[in-house]
């Protein structure tokens, strides 16, 4: 970790590039941004149903409850849940598990996540960590020549949390008995579910190849070596009879026993160095959210192991709403400027942001009004930061929302990272086995930062930094705005621009789901924006100094819940076909 007087050299960012004459920097001196506040957890209850279109929604009366996930089940599930009686907890949990069912390239009990949940009786947020661990044995000196051959894919995996953070979140603040919650990802993967647009086009595409070699992931998903398509209804007994035995004797019966044995054989097959001891010692961690006050809203998001949650910090405390209004929503001076922001926050990412049980993340520091007020003066409307490049490949992922009518409100991420993770599968479980530790930092990619090692390096018990970004936002000690995201490295930004068009600009859930949006890459162009961006804009950001390309497609859903005096209002992205539902 650098001394900390070395926080002075990241007033500004690595090298700029000149881009004609340099106009005025950006705005006045930033807003203060950055009390921090420790917190406590969530619980609830509800009824009720109303399904709206993926993507998007609609109401008739004031609504109490919402929905939002990634899936059109997983959301019924959740919707169900509170109708039975259960809390926002209850409900999240019980969605958790039946996205691992019916999205298996996103989440599952292989992998982990972030939970950011708001107690409305106590007027607490709190957050609980159950990212993945790197095991005790972990050899270390193969992830500098990454990526991994496909027969030591196993190598990148880590010991999953996902069933020990959904096991102490209900157990801890849920209404309704843990099998009660836990059982419909039983049923669902026993009665059958359709193949959904979204895991159609994951399976059909390259990335996948190497999940159909597997025997588990190939004989339900690659029948005959060919992808299923969208709509074809499956079965998965493997996983059903997994999750009943889950449902009625609990976490150990993961963690311990033959099922922990069988993830061991199954990863060591594959030249990991997952130990039974690893599984049997895992534990969930809360942590203490950042908490950014900004224009009157208390904002609350994920410290690390997350990046994501200091871009949302360090862009919010940059820009004034005010400032933000001036530029124009959408403008290429204000996509210009937020990608300004993030470049700084991604350069101190790899700087500063590692497991806080290793490494001192002085996130105080990092959001000091008068470090980022010199970073800003730095911005010119005419010429655009360069980032040292690095990899980065996170893109199993899934985040959900849940309100309930006491006001709790759950925003989490749960990941196996890649596209159906390491891609091979514990034969008789049918769990599949995420590649998180793939999330560790390259020495080479730091190298250009001036780091001699990684704070993001592997090590035996780390958790590799994240992108997950579940943001609660209050104003008078109510929730006004809960989001998160997948899509790796695109979750921060994606995030951070959705946030700021509903603070600064007050769109509803709908349109901001609907907004066009950019990301900034951390290798190739300096600027990505999606394939309908229009030509003026592009030329608008060239002139600004950026590198403009066009994405295929933008991987990055947001899921959005909004609150105020008329109910609740919720919207799920349609890039990746999800499902919103309020009542």
């Not at 279109?53 to 004031?62: E, F, I």
């Not at 989440?107 to 950011?116: E, H, I, K, W």
């Not at 953070?165 to 836990?182: D, I, N, P, T, Y």
């Not at 005419?382 to 690095?390: D, I, K, W």
């Amino acid at each position: 970790m650098p001394a900390p007087h070395d926080f002075a050299k990241l007033a500004g960012m690595p090298r700029t590039v000149p881009k004609r004459t340099a106009d005025s920097a950006i705005g006045p001196a930033p807003p203060r941004g950055g009390r921090f506040a420790f917190p406590v957890l969530v619980g609830l209850c509800a009824l009720g149903l109303l399904l709206c279109a993926p993507g998007s929604h609609a109401q008739s009366k004031p609504a109490r409850l919402a929905v939002a996930t990634e899936s059109v089940v997983a959301s019924r599930e959740a919707m169900a849940e509170l109708a039975a009686g259960g809390n926002a907890v209850d409900a999240v949990v019980r969605a958790a598990l039946v996205a691992g069912v019916v999205s298996p390239s996103s989440s599952g009990l292989g992998g982990g996540g972030f939970a950011l949940l708001w107690r409305a009786s106590t007027r607490e947020p709190l957050i609980l960590d159950f990212r993945e661990t790197a095991p005790r044995a972990i050899d270390v000196a193969p992830f500098e020549a990454r990526p991994f051959k496909a027969e030591e894919r196993g190598r990148a995996t880590g010991v999953p949390g996902e069933l020990a953070g959904l096991w102490e979140l209900q157990h801890s603040f849920g209404k309704r008995k843990w099998a009660e919650v836990a059982l419909p990802a039983a049923r669902v993967a026993e009665t059958g579910f359709a193949t959904s647009r979204q895991l159609g086009h994951v399976l059909s595409a390259p990335g996948s190849r190497l999940a159909a070699s597997d025997l588990g992931l190939g004989a339900l998903f690659f029948p005959a070596g060919i992808a299923n398509p969208s709509g074809k209804q499956l079965k998965n007994p493997k996983l059903a009879r997994t999750l009943r035995d889950l449902a009625l004797h609990g976490k150990a019966a993961f963690y311990e026993g033959e099922l922990a044995r069988e993830l061991v054989l199954a990863t060591h097959d594959k030249g990991g160095t997952l130990a039974e001891s690893d599984l049997r010692e895992y534990r969930s961690q809360p942590r203490t959210p950042i908490h950014v006050s900004w224009e009157g809203y208390d904002v609350y998001t994920m410290p690390p192991p997350s990046a994501g949650g200091l871009m949302v910090a360090e862009t919010l405390s940059l820009f004034s709403k005010a400032e933000l209004q001036a530029l124009g929503q959408g403008t290429g001076a204000y996509q210009h400027s937020l990608a300004e922001a993030m470049r700084g926050a991604l350069a101190d990412r790899m700087r500063f942001v590692g497991d806080p049980q290793f490494e001192r993340v002085d996130v105080a520091a990092l959001l000091d009004p008068k470090r980022l007020a010199a970073r800003k003066r730095m911005f010119s409307a005419n010429r655009t930061h360069t980032l040292p490049r690095f990899q980065e490949n996170e893109h199993g992922t899934h985040h959900l929302l849940v309100v309930d009518g006491e006001g709790n409100v759950v925003s989490l991420t749960t990941t196996i990272n890649s596209a159906f993770g390491a891609k091979f599968s514990a034969p008789r479980s049918g769990v599949v086995l995420n590649d998180e530790l793939d999330d560790f930092t390259k020495q080479a990619d730091v190298a250009p930062f001036g780091l001699t090692q990684s704070p993001n390096r592997p090590r035996a018990g780390a958790r590799p930094v994240s992108s997950m970004t579940p943001t609660l936002v209050l104003k008078d000690g109510k929730v006004v705005l809960a989001l998160g995201g997948s899509g790796g490295q695109l979750i921060a930004s994606n995030v951070t621009q959705l946030l700021l068009a509903r603070l600064a600009f007050g769109l509803s859930p709908d349109a901001l789901v609907h907004l066009p949006r950019f990301t900034v890459p951390t290798s190739g162009p300096s600027l990505r924006v999606e394939p309908d961006a229009p030509r003026a804009l592009i030329d608008d950001l060239s002139w600004r100094g950026e590198v403009v390309e066009k994405m295929r497609e933008n991987t990055s859903a947001v899921q959005i819940v909004a609150i105020d005096e008329a109910g609740v209002s919720a919207a799920a992205d349609p890039r990746k076909h999800g499902s919103a539902l309020v009542k």
